[in-house]
Each structure stands twice: as structure tokens, then as C-alpha cells.
């Protein structure tokens, strides 16, 4: 019974409570002018009867004004409840400084929310993109690269046959070459795909590997203390964590400026935690993920999908660093 007069709006709350007071001041003036005027009781009733009811439409008509604000904002929410993220709620000159704030604060978590939605939709937009230029480059490898060395080889095996004695010998073991090459070709094509060094390795020295390879292509120097993982991460926090430390490695090498820069991987807390720092130019974050940096928000996307964070700390002039926390497969077994 409670329960459900607590859950009546809250404006038949104010009102009835102001309809009650009203009725017992009434009942009080009316107890008190009966007994002062005993032969007019009856006319002093309708008197006040009459003002009860004008009372209570006056107090129904300002309580319906006052709560303008909060229905304008329960409207809003159910618009974007049916999916307008666009909608936002209006200032109101009759709102109140909670209300108005209340409003405000809703309108920025709004605001938030839809250039999220827009950033996911760039980067869903960008995978895609990157997907189909795989495609077709793969495609490409496969018809100009791997078709023709077969067509050939074919033509050449057909050659060979009809031939006799060492010239026979000689073409087969040619053959036997370009077989060899055409397969290494078909294993660099699958290594763009997947990195190899992962599924062949493990994650630790597929690291170390990646971050030397990026040292020698740029003329950096990267020292890297990186710990065992065996079988703390699954293969997709593996994969990407390999992915995360990919670009913020790239990121040091296109835009670092700097030198030198670090990876380190350890186990701690029942995580696993890898820093990648450099000493260069650093940049604001703050103002690049407003930007909308793709690299930094699909790391933090990647970060936060495994569970884990991806903090990326950087001053202007004094270099950067991202720590990413992911934890193992046992502790996110107990959570
Ligand atoms: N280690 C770094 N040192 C200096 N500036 C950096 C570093 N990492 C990122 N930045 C700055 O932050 C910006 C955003 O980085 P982000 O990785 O999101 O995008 P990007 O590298 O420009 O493009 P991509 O989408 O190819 O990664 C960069 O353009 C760069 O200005
Ligand atoms: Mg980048």
C-alpha cells in the first residue's frame, strides 16, 4: 500500500499533499467560524468549499508549470531511448538550478555518448576499408605472383618430360627450385596475415622480435626486458596485445621523433603489464583523442575488450608512455 502510493508521480504527490493541507486549514477555519457565527454556518461552508476546489486547480495549474523541466527531460530520455541520439534536452526558463543541472549533465553525457558512437563508426568504417585493400591486395599477390610461377612451372614441367637424359634432369631440378621459391612466397603472403612469430614463438619473444625488426627499419634503439608469458593470456589477449604494442611502436617510430624507446612486459597482481616508452617529443593526449586519433582509441578499444586499461601518458617535450594491464586468463577465470 505504501509501495504504491510512493510510486504515484510526483506531481499527484504535491498535489495531494497540498490538497490536504488546504482541506485541514479549511476545516479549521470553518470549525472556528461556525462557532463564532452560528446562523451563517451555512453560507461560510459554500464560502469555503468554493475555495477549496479554486485552491486546489490554481496549486494543479503552478505545479504543472514547475514540473515542465522534468517532464521536457523524461521526454528527451524516451526519444533517445527509440534511438535519436540527437536529442537533447531544452533549456527551460521555468526550470530550477538542480533541474537545469540535472539537464545539463544529461545533455553532456549525450554528447559523449554520440561522438563515441561516431568514432566507432570511423574505426568500423576503417577496418573495413583496411579488410578489402587485404583482399584485393592478397588477391593480386596470389593471380600475379603464385598463379603465374604455376602457369609456368607447368609449362616447363610439360617441357620436361618430352625431354631426354641431363637436359631432362636439368629442367626438373630448375622446376624443383622455383617450387621452392613459389612456397616461400606463399609463406610471406600468410605471414601478412597473421603474425607468424605469435603462433610460432609465443608472445614474449614474438614481442622482443617485432620491437627489433622496428629498431632496424627506423635506426632506433629499443631495449626491451620482457618475462615469459606461457599460457597467461589467451590467444586473443595475445593477439591483441601484439597488436597494441604494433602501434604504439609505430606511433613511436612516425611520430616520436625520438632515439630510443623501451618495451617492457612483467607479471604482477595477477596481470600482465607491458610499457612501451620513448623519449620523444610527446604530445598532448587529451586533445589528440578529441582529434580522434584512431591508433590510440583502438588501442584502449583493445585494452578494454580483454578486460585490461591502456593509460597513455605523454607531455609535450618529454616523451610518452603507454601502459597496458591485461589480466591473465586465471584472474579473469575468478572475476
Ligand atoms: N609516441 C608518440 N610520440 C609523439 N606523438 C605521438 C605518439 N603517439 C601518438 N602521437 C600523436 O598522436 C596522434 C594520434 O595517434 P594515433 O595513433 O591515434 O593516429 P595516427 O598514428 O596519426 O594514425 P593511425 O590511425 O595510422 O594510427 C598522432 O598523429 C601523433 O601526433
Ligand atoms: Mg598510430
Known sequence: MTRSLLRFPLFYKILVANAVLVALVTVASVATASVAAARENTSIAMLLGAAVIISIIVNALILRLALIPLKRLEETAARVQEGDLSARVPESDLADRDIERLATMFNMMLDSAEAYRSRLRDVAVRALTAQEEERRRIAQELHDGIAQTLAALRVRLRVARAAEGETRQDALESISTDIGAATEEIRRIAQGLRPPALDMLGLSPAIESYARSVAEANGLRIDTDIVATDGMLSPDAELALYRIVQEALS????????????????????????????????????????RGGLGLFGMQERGAYLGGTVEIESTPGGGTRVRVTIPTVETARHV
Not at 617510430?253 to 620523444?280: E, F, K, M
Open 251 to 290: 606511433n613511436v617510430a612516425r611520430h616520436s621523433g625520438a632515439r630510443s624507446a623501451r618495451v617492457d612486459l612483467d607479471v604482477a597482481n595477477g596481470t600482465v603489464q607491458t610499457v612501451i616508452s620513448d623519449t620523444g617529443r610527446g604530445f598532448a593526449v587529451a586533445a589528440e583523442m578529441a
